[in-house]
């Protein structure tokens, strides 16, 4: 089993990183792989709502790392995304790669367990957990949780490192994360698959 954990932050090893590092460590002991993807400070294209990725399960921008990660979400059976905070919302970076990832590989990532983890100084992690929990949401993954808000404070990785309830809370992510992965595949084992979701109705608020 392996789980990815997408780094949202422009600095690689940050206070992201530092929160997302506490995850794997525990994930690792219980024999899951983990591979931190960094999104770096290089240009992140924005989703145009062109629809040219519909059925061909990439984007139509390769100028980045979206349809890299694409591929490797097809293998995966895990996922956490990490943000941090800026102006009390995430990371423009990452809201504008999950958009894209789920629009053009959203079946990739469908029934699969994923948590999502800010990090903040002080304050705005609320509703960025809210914002970001948005994707993981409509593609139907179960959502892992903890023994509080999926946050960690701190100005550096040192600071970070010195909340220590907030380092508690990513281990518990990790633990709840490697539960739930073996539950699925116990299940599948006795032949318990994933529903097949109704999508016949589609609608708006006009008609």
């Not at 990090?119 to 809210?130: I, N, Y």
């Not at 970070?160 to 709840?176: S, Y």
Request: aromatic fraction near 10%.
């Amino acid at each position: 089993m392996q789980v990815l954990l997408f780094n949202g932050s422009p600095r690689a090893n940050g206070c992201t990183f530092t929160a997302l590092s506490e995850i794997a460590g525990v994930l690792n002991a219980q024999g899951i792989e983990t591979e931190i993807l960094q999104i770096g400070n290089s240009p992140m294209q924005d989703c145009i709502g062109c629809n040219g990725c519909a059925d061909k399960g990439k984007c139509v921008f390769s100028t980045d790392l979206v349809n890299e990660w694409i591929e490797k979400a097809k293998s995966a059976d895990g996922f956490v995304f990490g943000t941090p905070v800026y102006y009390a919302h995430p990371s423009g970076r990452i809201l504008s790669a999950m958009d894209r990832l789920f629009y053009a590989g959203g079946k990739y990532f469908e029934h699969k367990p994923a948590a999502v983890v800010a990090s903040a100084r002080r304050a705005g992690t609320t509703a960025t957990l809210d914002t970001v929990s948005k994707h993981l949401g409509i593609a139907q993954m179960p959502i892992i949780s903890s023994t509080y808000w999926n946050m960690v404070h701190g100005n550096s990785p040192e600071e970070t490192k010195q909340d220590f309830e907030g380092m508690q809370t990513m281990r518990n992510i990790g633990a709840n994360m490697a539960w739930i992965l073996k539950c699925i595949q116990a299940g599948k084992q006795f032949g318990i698959n994933a529903p097949q979701a109704e999508t016949s109705a589609w609608t708006n608020f006009i008609r």
